[in-house]
């Protein structure tokens, strides 16, 4: 499903991103990249997302080699990924069904589709009744809920969530991670990079461990060790 | 057929949702319209009264009384030719002596010795204008021949020489002044359209960085922006418009005064609504998506 091959990240002489990696996330794995800030994890995402390119190496997403698509594709790349940001990224100006039902208008989905399925998605995660309120209206839990449920609704093989519960407390961060859990036992590969280890502990799944861009252990019930 | 509509409700919702940032966009683009307007009018005026100014001046050759109408006929010819010549006019003698008498008929000392005379001592006039005031020379020098200085008794340009280059040399200058002012124009207004444009996408940076990582095309990003500045062209056009033809009503009363062929302002802009209005919006239209073009070029790089 996913497949790095010496994948380095240079972005000057003294800032290396990643160093190396070598990498088979298979379909329907749950794994966790761990490791402080500033060791290359937020990096991995931005390769995976065709957000910046690899220095060197190579990266094979699904049928896409992320590592040489040509900028006009990235658009159609994205569309198949669901990425879940820190930050929430969602669009301030537009509503809760509009943040969610932009991902699948982008894509050219038919307005119907569009009508039925957003509602559907938005009561999963538990915000059908909040869908005409705009993102300034919510909790940041609810607000990554958002973010879930757009990154969602296009129903993507792959959910890459960069420190999604970075801007959560504790109980909103259980709420997100049940949630990104149940999205996994439907089949849905999830790739979470966080720093949180109580989240790791319980999850007990694929744990990839980064040390200064390089990939330190990879354990297939692993817990979080730095 | 999706795409498009909902390239235009995005565009829509954003006119509607970003109404200050909007508003302002269109207020911008309404001043530059309005200052390129106040100078396109100064200059349609400054052409209109220099033109008034050169009609007024033209060439009289007095012919002597002995002329025939051969050669009258033949002068005429000759001229005829001449492209810098507008038009010609023939005063015949009776004409003149009856135009000399009209002048003097208070004085009948004048009129005395005029009738002392038993006949007609004044020769016909030719009173020729030309395209600019420029060709009064090329006229002096095609009548200067000897065949014909045996005929013309005097020329009535000579005298107006002076003045003529420099009503020349006025016009030159403010065509120049003119033109440097609409290029310093253009220049200014290309400026404000490109900063209020980019200052209107570097408050949506995020938004658009947002859609692009959602998997918007770059054509889906730039559409809504592409509307938007059909509307804001569209908006300052009609408006500056509007308010032009308010200013003109009050104006236009003034200008009648000092225009006596009629001349008016609103008549000028009825007659070339098209062409003012569609350049205008082309160029509003133009400068709005390379600014928006340009701006946004960074942002879609995510």
Excluded: C
């Excluded at chain 2, 001043?31 to 007024?56: F, H, P, R, Y």
Aim: net charge neutral; no cysteine; proline share 3%.
């Amino acid at each position: 499903m996913i497949k790095l091959e010496g994948v380095t990240k240079i972005y000057s002489t003294d800032s290396i991103g990643l160093r190396n990696i070598n990498l088979h996330i298979k379909a329907g794995e749950f794994v966790s990249i761990v490791g402080q800030s500033g060791t290359g994890k937020t990096t991995l995402v931005r390769l995976l997302i065709a957000e910046e390119r690899p220095t060197k190496g190579k990266i094979v997403i699904g049928d896409w080699d992320v590592t040489e698509i040509p900028s006009g594709e990235i658009p159609y790349l994205r569309r198949q990924i669901g990425v879940i940001f820190q930050d929430f990224k969602l669009l301030p100006k537009k509503t809760v069904y509009e943040n969610v039902s932009f991902a699948l208008e982008v894509a050219g989905e038919k307005s119907e589709h569009i009508k039925k399925i957003v509602p559907q998605v938005l009561d999963v995660v538990g915000l059908g009744e909040k869908m005409w309120r705009y993102p300034k209206q919510l909790s940041g839990g609810e607000q990554q809920r958002v973010a879930i449920a757009r990154s969602l609704v296009h129903r993507p093989k792959i959910i890459i969530a960069d420190e999604p519960t970075g801007n959560l407390d504790s109980l909103n961060t259980v709420e997100i991670i049940e949630i990104l859990k149940k999205i996994n036992e439907f089949g849905t590969t999830i790739l979470l990079a966080t720093h949180n280890r109580e989240i790791v502990n319980e999850l007990r799944r694929r744990v990839i461990t980064l040390r200064g861009g390089e990939i330190v252990s990879d354990e297939e019930s692993g817990k979080y060790r730095l | 057929m999706h795409s498009i509509y909902r390239i235009i409700k995005f565009s829509l919702q954003d006119l509607g949702r970003n109404f200050g940032l909007s508003t302002m966009t269109v207020f911008i683009l309404i001043l530059m319209l309005l200052s390129v307007n106040v100078l396109w009018g100064v200059d349609i005026l400054t052409k209109q009264a220099t033109s008034l100014v050169k009609e007024q001046i033209n060439i009289s050759l007095y012919f002597k009384a002995e002329t025939t109408d051969k050669n009258l006929e033949e002068v005429q010819k000759y001229l005829s030719v001449l492209p810098e010549i507008t038009e010609m006019n023939l005063v015949t003698r009776d004409q003149v002596l009856d135009s000399f008498k009209n002048r003097h008929k208070l004085s009948s000392e004048v009129l005395s010795a005029l009738e002392e005379l038993k006949e007609n001592p004044f020769g016909p006039t030719l009173i020729i204008k030309t395209r600019e005031p420029q060709d009064y020379k090329k006229i002096l020098q095609a009548v200067d021949v000897p065949e014909y200085d045996a005929l013309i008794e005097t020329k009535s340009f000579e005298g107006n020489e002076e003045g003529i280059e420099k009503i020349q040399n006025i016009t030159n200058r403010i065509e120049k002044i003119g033109f440097g002012l609409s290029a310093l124009f253009a220049i200014i207004s290309f400026l404000i359209i490109f900063n209020t444009i980019r200052v209107s996408i570097y408050t949506q940076r995020i938004e658009i960085s947002i859609k692009r990582l959602v998997g918007a095309s770059s054509w889906f990003i730039r559409g809504p922006y592409m509307v938007e500045a059909f509307i804001f062209a569209l908006l300052s056009v009609s408006i500056t418009f509007g308010l032009i033809y308010l200013a003109l009503h009050f104006l236009d009363p003034y200008l009648s005064i000092v225009f006596s062929n009629g001349f008016t302002l609103t008549n000028y802009y009825n007659s070339h609504i098209i062409l003012l209005t569609g350049i205008q919006f082309v160029s509003v239209l133009l400068l709005t998506f390379i600014s928006s073009g340009l701006a946004m070029r960074k942002q879609l790089k995510v």
